[in-house]
């Protein structure tokens, strides 16, 4: 069936459809994923994204249960050039999950062009449609797309993930469960909260250290989450991921910036100041945090994209707050940026027996 | 048979981590001057020093300490024959905080004429240690401010650390 997506714009690219045949509309991303396709589609983070995977043969590396990151996947549609049929494990065909999972998808479009388009005009909003006449155009022109992505995905009740070391608490702006596998690995006995629990509520919990997670949208939408990490930090040691470092950084007067090339890679260079090390690591954001703002604070820049010169890690001086902007859980993408768990953990065994509260 | 407990990947992250609690306890890092205790420790000294200028654009001083004519573990006519002196430090360290680097924190012999060394030269307003591995055994009361890696160790077990300036490699071996 012949598909078209449409770009806010008015620019058509058109397609086949497969998957779910509904409507459907969101902030179109450029995914350069070559793996992993099951954890980007199944990523909270994708709440109110259409992905476009830029990969010929999408989903021949196989699509595996145990790589899912949400058990409620919010994906608003995929982009493709081509899908594989087979996958080298025999496993489900890409085409087919996606109809599995109810999500609208459109192939044999031209990705170079597309992909091109998007890096030369920035992120847009996008609709894959059955037509594309006038009416279809005004209508994705005059769609406002929602800005409370987070209360979305963010889970409702908190929930334990108990084991038997440090105990951690998980603010949930749209965690990816990769996070909670690599505290599992690391013995953390977490517990995972709606992202506007008070700082009482939290405290109440004792924690160690607290994880402020991933998450989709802009950061400027959570004012009360802010408010919240300039209590939580004079108390407890403190970790942001992607979303999560963002505000942690808000909450110290840090400005945050569109990227004009926004990260959605699974490999992508970042390197560690300090030690010159360079690490390859799945970034999937949007945003990033001014240099021009980091002078004036109290944080140290730890990492930063090779490609752009962008930050991708802060530190505090003297409170024990470390954040990263690309996803040290990788999922998908290589392994490199497990350390950063370790890190905090290192972080939070040499402050515990010290007076650094404020 | 010698077995690698430590890789490079993570003494080069056990470095850049005390570099980061050395930034964080002091609160910047001004007045800090680093110490390293030959031979090892000077390669440890310069390496957080290029890492604090990398993340705090600030060069600070480094200085090699050579501790022979201190130690209390060398025969004292070992000490005559060689008949050393110590040779002065190439900058004041009065008022400063000296953190004093080594490779291994074992008994705590070394440390301890170290801290003779650095108090014959001048008067620091505060002395830290950093060490890349602590195998525990201490003979004296000194203890880490910042530690790379405690090992615990049995006595008759040896505990060698390799560097890239001198060795060709970063790893830590046990045998």
Same mark, same amino acid.
């Given at each position: 069936?012949?598909?078209?997506?449409?770009?806010?714009?008015?620019?058509?690219?058109?397609?086949?459809?497969f998957?779910?045949?509904?409507?459907?509309?969101?902030?179109?991303?450029?995914?350069?994923?070559?793996?992993?396709?099951?954890?980007?589609?199944?990523?909270?983070?994708?709440?109110?994204?259409?992905?476009?995977?830029?990969?010929?043969?999408?989903?021949?590396?196989g699509?595996?249960?145990?790589?899912?990151?949400?058990?409620?996947y919010?994906?608003?549609?995929?982009?493709?050039?081509?899908?594989?049929?087979?996958?080298?494990?025999?496993?489900?065909?890409?085409?087919?999950?996606?109809?599995?999972?109810?999500?609208?998808?459109?192939?044999?479009?031209d990705?170079?062009?597309l992909?091109?388009?998007?890096?030369?005009?920035?992120e847009?909003?996008?609709?894959?449609?059955?037509?594309?006449?006038?009416?279809?155009?005004?209508? +994705?022109?005059?769609?406002? =797309?929602?800005?409370? %992505? @987070?209360?979305?995905?963010?889970?409702? /009740?908190?929930?334990?993930? $108990? !084991?038997?070391g440090?105990?951690?608490?998980?603010?949930?702006?749209?965690?990816?469960?990769?996070?909670?596998?690599?505290?599992?690995?690391?013995?953390?006995n977490?517990?995972?909260?709606?992202y506007?629990?008070?700082?009482?509520?939290?405290?109440?919990?004792?924690?160690?250290?607290?994880?402020?997670?991933?998450?989709p949208?802009?950061?400027?939408?959570?004012?009360?989450?802010?408010?919240?990490?300039?209590?939580?930090?004079?108390?407890?040691? +403190?970790m942001g991921i992607? =979303?999560?470092s963002? %505000? @942690?950084?808000?909450a110290?007067?840090? /400005?945050?910036?569109?990227? $004009? !090339?926004?990260?959605?890679?699974?490999?992508?260079?970042?390197?560690?100041?300090?030690?010159g090390?360079?690490?390859?690591?799945?970034h999937?954001?949007?945003?990033?945090?001014?240099?021009?703002?980091?002078?004036?604070s109290?944080?140290?820049?730890?990492?930063?994209?090779?490609?752009?010169?962008?930050?991708?890690?802060?530190?505090?001086?003297f409170?024990?707050?470390?954040?990263?902007?690309?996803?040290?859980?990788?999922?998908?993408?290589?392994?490199?940026?497990?350390?950063?768990?370790?890190?905090?953990?290192?972080?939070?065994?040499?402050?515990?027996?010290?007076?650094?509260?404020? | 048979?010698?077995?690698?407990?430590i890789?490079?990947?993570?003494?080069?992250?056990?470095?850049?981590?005390?570099?980061?609690?050395?930034?964080?306890?002091?609160?910047?890092?001004?007045?800090?001057?680093?110490?390293?205790?030959?031979?090892?420790?000077?390669?440890?000294?310069?390496?957080?020093?290029?890492?604090?200028?990398?993340?705090?654009?600030?060069?600070?001083?480094?200085?090699?300490?050579?501790?022979?004519?201190?130690?209390?573990?060398?025969?004292?006519?070992?000490?005559?024959?060689?008949?050393?002196?110590?040779?002065?430090?190439?900058?004041d360290?009065?008022?400063?905080?000296?953190?004093?680097?080594?490779?291994?924190?074992?008994?705590?012999?070394?440390?301890?004429?170290?801290?003779?060394?650095?108090?014959?030269?001048?008067?620091?307003?505060k002395?830290?240690?950093?060490?890349?591995?602590?195998?525990?055994?201490?003979?004296?009361?000194?203890?880490?401010?910042?530690?790379?890696?405690?090992?615990?160790?049995?006595?008759?077990?040896?505990?060698?650390?390799?560097?890239?300036?001198?060795?060709g490699?970063?790893?830590?071996?046990?045998?």
């Amino acid at each position: 069936m012949k598909r078209y997506l449409i770009l806010e714009d008015g620019t058509v690219f058109p397609g086949e459809g497969f998957g779910s045949s509904v409507i459907t509309t969101g902030q179109l991303v450029i995914s350069n994923n070559r793996t992993g396709i099951e954890q980007s589609v199944t990523d909270p983070d994708a709440e109110g994204q259409i992905i476009a995977f830029t990969i010929p043969g999408v989903g021949s590396s196989g699509i595996n249960r145990d790589f899912y990151e949400s058990i409620n996947y919010q994906c608003k549609g995929v982009v493709i050039g081509s899908a594989s049929s087979e996958s080298v494990d025999g496993s489900i065909s890409f085409e087919d999950w996606i109809t599995t999972l109810k999500i609208p998808g459109i192939k044999n479009v031209d990705i170079r062009a597309l992909s091109k388009y998007i890096y030369e005009h920035g992120e847009v909003k996008a609709s894959i449609m059955d037509t594309h006449d006038e009416h279809a155009i005004d209508q +994705i022109k005059a769609l406002v =797309l929602p800005t409370d %992505l @987070v209360k979305q995905v963010s889970t409702k /009740q908190s929930y334990p993930n $108990p !084991n038997i070391g440090l105990k951690m608490v998980i603010v949930d702006l749209g965690l990816k469960y990769s996070i909670l596998r690599q505290l599992s690995y690391r013995d953390c006995n977490s517990v995972i909260v709606n992202y506007n629990s008070t700082p009482e509520e939290i405290a109440s919990l004792h924690p160690e250290g607290i994880i402020f997670s991933n998450g989709p949208g802009d950061p400027k939408d959570l004012p009360k989450t802010i408010e919240n990490i300039k209590v939580l930090q004079k108390q407890f040691p +403190i970790m942001g991921i992607g =979303l999560g470092s963002l %505000l @942690v950084a808000m909450a110290n007067d840090c /400005q945050i910036i569109k990227l $004009p !090339n926004p990260h959605h890679e699974s490999s992508l260079a970042v390197k560690e100041v300090a030690s010159g090390k360079i690490d390859f690591v799945n970034h999937n954001h949007s945003y990033t945090i001014d240099q021009k703002s980091i002078g004036s604070s109290d944080f140290i820049v730890t990492n930063i994209c090779v490609a752009d010169g962008s930050i991708e890690g802060i530190r505090h001086e003297f409170l024990p707050i470390i954040s990263v902007l690309f996803e040290p859980e990788a999922a998908p993408g290589p392994t490199d940026g497990y350390y950063v768990f370790d890190e905090f953990i290192d972080l939070i065994n040499s402050t515990k027996n010290q007076d650094w509260s404020i | 048979m010698a077995k690698e407990i430590i890789d490079g990947q993570t003494m080069t992250r056990a470095l850049t981590r005390i570099t980061y609690e050395i930034i964080e306890r002091n609160k910047g890092i001004d007045d800090l001057v680093l110490v390293g205790i030959k031979t090892r420790g000077v390669f440890v000294a310069h390496r957080i020093e290029s890492r604090l200028k990398q993340l705090e654009n600030i060069s600070i001083p480094v200085a090699e300490l050579d501790i022979t004519p201190y130690r209390d573990d060398v025969a004292v006519n070992e000490k005559d024959a060689q008949d050393y002196k110590a040779e002065p430090l190439d900058f004041d360290i009065s008022n400063k905080h000296v953190i004093l680097t080594d490779d291994v924190l074992y008994t705590g012999r070394t440390i301890r004429a170290a801290m003779d060394a650095l108090m014959s030269s001048g008067r620091p307003k505060k002395i830290s240690l950093a060490v890349l591995v602590d195998r525990g055994h201490r003979e004296l009361p000194i203890r880490a401010d910042f530690v790379g890696k405690n090992i615990p160790t049995s006595q008759k077990e040896k505990i060698r650390v390799f560097m890239k300036e001198i060795d060709g490699e970063d790893k830590v071996e046990i045998e």
